[in-house]
């Protein structure tokens, strides 16, 4: 069913059969990613393939007359089909990680080198094109281990360090003190994390929601590692700027980090990271913090004032969704990949993808399947693999990331130790919890 020329709804077997490449026809490349992605929703890959492999036939057999002009018609035809799963499998490696995957797109290759057996050519290309996708499963799988082995988020360290003596304790200042080196440092930190998120893990959050009785389809591989990453680094990095900031003594040194994460925030901004610089924010709006009212006295508020401003959650986010539009266009034009570096706020480009799954059902009442819902789905996450894919133009420090990533981080405990510590508490509750605390 078509609205003002976009399709809009159809059965999945229609859908299916606008995937397939004919003589005379192939498939726009938004189509075909927005049909790949959303389609486990309603069938496993495996069945999906499977499903092409019938209609290829079919196609196949109809050519098969062995005059000249068909067997050239069958060549063109081959050369559809192999371009349809070159993408298919550049696109959704994943997809091909299970054997039944793997046997049908044997089976199709198989059935496809048959169309022009004489000069090898398909043969060649769909080598290259099998040792490709196990070059890529490879490497996500290599990827998966190393994660594994991601530091904890926020574990207790129980003794507060702030038993030992000032000097052999190293914070962030002493490692890097220029908040444009930090903040790129982190950008470098942010779009290796956001290269191992894929589109499928995306489409987890629709596939995942819902019960999974309707569609066994992912039950098998429901596995969201990649997005918990991602979410458990945000975190970390906002337990570390409260840990940075608390555990300072002495008020004007405290004062002095506070402004050096405000600057490091706004540097953030710039480059078009609002992840970190949200993550910065979120560090410092936690309680802990927050309460240092005579730390914060003595820090000049003004650019903080712009940051909160900027992530004010006000209107659905609305002052960060014009920055992040902004950026987005930037990236557009951009001649170098310095400008082109946008990472969006991604536990709200989550939400969004969730309400939207929520908001419209997956199938209309007649039973069609609701393609207008996936085609602003992947409209989303399509945005979100563009900007995944900018190379990051800084340098790496390993020093710096190495502090990042493995300093030590305060509990939500020790948090509130610390600050107690630094500035002790002003009221009832306050002195409820210190006592408590102790």
Known sequence: VYQDGNLVSGSLEALIERLVPTMDYYPDRTYIFTFLLSSR??????????????????????????????????????AKIIQLLKEWTETFPYDFQDEKSMKELKEIAHRITQCDEENGTVKKIISQMTQNLLMALSARSQYQEIREKFRQPVT?????????????????LSVCCDPLILAQQLTYIELE???????????????HMDSLDNHKCRGDVTKTYNLEAYDNWFNCLSMLVATEICRVVKKKQRTRMVEFFIDVARECFNIGNFNSMMAIISGMNLSPVARLKK???????AKFDVLEHHMDPSSNFCNYRT??????????????NREKIVIPVFNLFIKDIY????IHTNRLPNGQINFKKFWEISRQIHDFLTWKQVEC???????IQSYLLTAPIYSEEALFIASFESEGPENHMEKDSWKTLR
Not at 194 to 207: A, G, K, R
Not at 295 to 301: A, G, I
Request: net charge positive; hydrophobic share 35%.
């Open 393 to 399: 133009p800084f340098e790496k420090d390993k020093k």
């Open 193 to 207: 994390r956001v290269s191992n998120i894929y589109p499928e893990d995306l489409m987890q959050i629709v596939s």
């Open 41 to 78: 929703v309603f069938i496993h890959p495996h069945e999906l393939l499977a499903k092409v492999g019938q209609i290829c036939i079919k196609q196949k057999q109809q050519l098969e007359t062995g005059t000249e002009a068909e067997k050239a018609k069958l060549k063109s035809f081959a």
């Open 295 to 301: 730390t914060w006295s003595k820090v000049k508020t």
């Open 355 to 358: 309400f939207l799954h929520k």
């Open 323 to 336: 920055a992040l539009q902004g950026a987005a266009q930037r990236s557009q034009t951009a001649n170098s």
């Open 156 to 172: 207790d360290k129980g003794t507060i360090l702030k038993t030992k003596p000032q000097s052999t304790i190293k914070d962030i």
